[in-house]
């Protein structure tokens, strides 16, 4: 009888005509579509040479180079990796900054680097990368593309397989770069056990505690991505860091203002936030 | 062409998801009697998947393959690999599926208990990451290890035991409560509200066509 | 004192052999330490099925693999059993394909265990496992609008829907069809799924520890309604139900475990203070 009724009761309409009746659809287009326009904004006045603000130091990114530095002194590898991130993940876009930038130090410095993978589309990317790394360095003949590498697929497969890796080839620098999950300790433990200096970069907030505990530089959330921009040293991708912060800046406002509506016993921002 | 295509094929896959999310008219959208756009499109993605499965099967063919054809350092392991890959999918597939016992057995008996050895290395390995990292330096370095103490102590048995959840305050487990529900949910969102911004920044980028790293360039 | 500055440098191999002395004792001699119920996380994923009325359908998700089942393994099961108990059915679907094998297997060996007790838990009529479908949040949007044109009418094992004769009263996964969406995730896709695409759903959770803290905001924003906190959420269900079990033999384990953590990072501190002072003179 129940059900009956809910069948016959009215299918909530929708929003502006067209829109779906769901919670929040009007404030997420509105959201998505300011954040859109700010986007493009700052980046029309970074491509005009408007001054836009610099993206602060970020202690993460120099270990990067005082890492490489380091293992080309001991004569050691560099490895990199990330986990189980497909082309389409924009943690996997990110790596790719982090990538990039260290290929293109252990090009310079004549330093060997080891990229494995847990996700073969995105390895044959890697390769490439660090192989265009080598050649803008002008050494594509130091290039091998044995040391990039596809463990598994499957978690703890990849996992040995790394951890491996590490135990025979002892590189003095260990970059975990991406969304991790419980293979990151196992990971982080094997770099230093063999004495390795580790830099993490994630994301993933459930495997901080991990990282914090075991690597010797931490970035956390959204360091991460503003490191891929400022590593990329783009004018196009620092104003995209740059709008994201406008628009955190609004976010706070919009929740104090809304703390305070809730406060005095007004869900007139509630409201405004679930239309 | 080549890296044109890609970026507006991008973009207009990108454009098009986003619509199916908020116009209603698109999402019920029927291309013929009982057939709507979203379904046609959904199940194209899932043919999608089963083919990165098979292209993931020959690209692990192909480089392990070359590992054996040269003979490089640990060859006999991509042997291994191959055979254990093929026959556990021509087992799967031409011996009764996932109803026969030789393919559940081995995924009962050899997966399941591997996967769970090797998540079981996480205990050993947090003893002695925390043995190593945990020193009191500074006053943050106190704090840490007052709440990390509280906290474990709230979440198992012997904190109950300690200082009872009756008591004063709810015991450990009331204040580990606290710590989760109020400072840790509030650093959460923090960091929640950051990713999802810096995630979106970089979904704008890649539609935009402004990322194209996913294209194999350096830049 | 120069034994005391050794604190600050043992070998990882100790460490490691009374890690594993101090889990494995208490599996062999249970210590008998009292568990408490969370009234905030637990006990409203307990009272959700207990409201239910027999012949009510919810959905479970196995998100997790082999790696987890420790944890939620047990969730499951007892979820599983609670529900089976009450009448409640259950259609089962996998995000994780490594999951998806072993969350049947799990629940197999519970249906098995109620049917020799004289309790329901009929194949096809009191639960379906429809398994993972490739596809990812795309195919579980698709999932809500035709439930059986997603899944290709095909559960795990093969068997069309059609024969099932559960799968005839849920065509689609809305709100009138499914009275909750129990999930058991290790990681990702997970969680997400559901508060983004299934956001005005009746949403329960079974989390592993390490995700708890961040399981905790959505929690207290409303977006879930229950959390089964890793191996303490599994124990404390099984005793709702007045059904120890497995997660409840190991709670002790879990204590030692910590307490030798605990005693470790107080060791390593006398070391470093011991080393510190030494090195000041």
Not at chain 1, 107 to 119: L, V
Not at chain 2, 37 to 60: A, E, Q
Not at chain 3, 215 to 236: D, E, F, S, V
Request: overall charge negative; aromatic content about 12%.
């Amino acid at each position: 009888m129940l059900n009956l009724l809910i069948l016959a009761a009215e299918a909530p309409a929708r929003k502006w005509g067209i829109f779906v009746p769901d919670d929040s659809t009007i404030a997420g287009l509105f959201l998505a579509l300011t954040m859109g326009v700010l986007v493009y904004v700052m980046i029309q006045r970074a491509r005009a040479g408007l001054p836009i603000p610099e993206i602060r130091r970020i202690p993460g990114l120099e270990a990067f180079e005082e890492a490489v530095g380091r293992a080309t002194e001991m004569g050691r590898p560099v490895h990199i990796t990330t986990y189980y991130q497909d082309v389409g993940d924009y943690d996997t876009w990110a790596f790719w900054a982090y990538l990039a930038h260290v290929a293109k130090l252990c090009a310079s410095y004549d330093t060997r680097i080891i990229n494995t993978n847990s996700e073969w589309l995105t390895m044959t990317v890697n390769e490439e990368i660090i192989r265009q790394a080598y050649l803008e360095a002008g050494r594509p003949d130091a290039f091998n593309p044995d040391d990039v590498r596809f463990m598994s697929d499957w978690q703890f497969g990849y996992t040995m397989g790394v951890a491996g890796m590490i135990a025979r080839e002892k590189p003095a620098a260990n970059f975990l770069v991406g969304y991790f999950y419980a293979e990151s300790l196992i990971l982080a433990e094997a770099g230093a056990l063999v004495g390795a200096i580790q830099v993490a970069a994630t994301s993933s907030t459930a495997q901080l505690p991990f990282f914090v505990a075991s690597c010797d530089y931490t970035m956390i959330g959204e360091e991460f991505y503003a490191g891929a921009a400022a590593l990329s040293k783009e004018p196009v991708i620092y104003g995209s860091v740059v709008a994201q912060d406008v628009t955190r800046v609004a976010l706070v406002i919009l929740i104090i203002i809304g703390a305070v509506f809730n406060t005095i016993g007004s869900s007139l921002i509630v409201d405004m936030i679930k239309y | 062409m080549k890296r044109e295509v890609p970026i507006v094929l991008t973009f207009l896959m990108t454009l098009l998801r986003f619509c199916f999310e908020m116009l209603e008219p698109m999402l019920n959208y029927q291309i013929y009697e009982g057939v709507t756009l979203f379904s046609r499109i959904s199940f194209s993605v899932t043919f999608m998947y089963c083919m990165g499965l098979f292209m993931g099967l020959i690209n692990l063919t192909r480089v392990h393959g070359n590992t054996i054809r040269r003979r490089r350092e640990h060859w006999i392991y991509s042997v291994w690999l191959l055979i254990v890959m093929y026959g556990y999918a021509i087992l799967g597939l031409f011996f009764g599926g996932m109803e026969s016992k030789p393919f559940t057995w081995i995924y009962d008996a050899i997966i399941v208990p591997l996967d769970s050895t090797m998540f079981s290395m996480l205990a050993f390995f947090i003893a002695s990451s925390a043995y190593r990292a945990f020193r009191i330096r500074n006053l943050e370095s106190i704090i840490m290890m007052v709440v990390a103490f509280v906290v474990m102590l709230g979440n198992v048995s012997l904190g109950e035991v300690i200082w009872s959840s009756e008591s004063f305050l709810g015991g450990f487990k009331g204040i580990k409560d606290w710590f989760l529900a109020i400072p840790n949910a509030a650093s959460q969102r923090a960091m929640g509200i950051g990713i999802f911004l810096g995630a979106y920044a970089a979904i704008l980028r890649v539609a935009l066509g402004l990322e194209k790293r996913y294209l194999g360039s350096l830049d | 004192m120069k034994w005391l500055e050794k604190l600050d440098t043992i070998d990882p191999r100790w460490v490691y052999i009374i890690m594993a002395v101090s889990l494995v004792f208490p599996v062999l001699k249970p210590i008998g330490l009292a568990i408490t119920i969370d009234e905030t996380t637990t006990v409203p994923v307990f009272n959700w099925i207990e409201s239910l009325q027999p012949g009510d359908i919810v959905v479970g998700d196995v998100a997790f693999s082999g790696g987890s089942e420790g944890e939620l393994g047990p969730q499951l099961q007892s979820w599983f059993r609670h529900c089976m108990i009450k009448g409640v059915k259950v259609i089962m679907v996998a995000q994780w394909n490594t999951g998806e094998r072993l969350g049947y297997t799990l629940l197999e060996q519970v249906a098995n265990e109620l049917e020799a007790e004289g309790i329901s838990a009929e194949y096809g009529v009191d639960w379906v496992y429809v398994g993972y479908k490739p596809g990812g949040t795309t195919l579980w949007r698709q999932m809500q609008l035709d439930f059986w044109g997603a899944c290709a009418e095909t559960d795990m094992l093969g068997n069309s829907f059609q024969d099932l004769p559960l799968m005839h009263r849920f065509k689609k996964w809305d709100k009138e069809s499914s009275k909750g969406i129990m999930a058991f995730v290790a990681g990702s896709p997970g969680l997400p799924t559901y508060t983004t695409y299934f956001p005005d759903y009746e949403i329960y959770v079974g989390n592993v520890a390490v995700q708890v803290p961040g399981a905790m905001n959505t929690l207290r924003a409303g977006q879930i309604k229950g959390l089964l906190a890793g191996l303490p959420g599994g124990a404390q269900y099984e005793l709702l139900l007045n059904r120890p079990g497995r997660a409840v033999k190991l709670m002790d384990a879990q204590s030692m475990g910590h307490l030798w953590i605990m005693v470790l990072v107080v060791l390593g501190n006398i070391g470093f203070y011991m080393k510190s002072r030494a090195r000041d003179e």
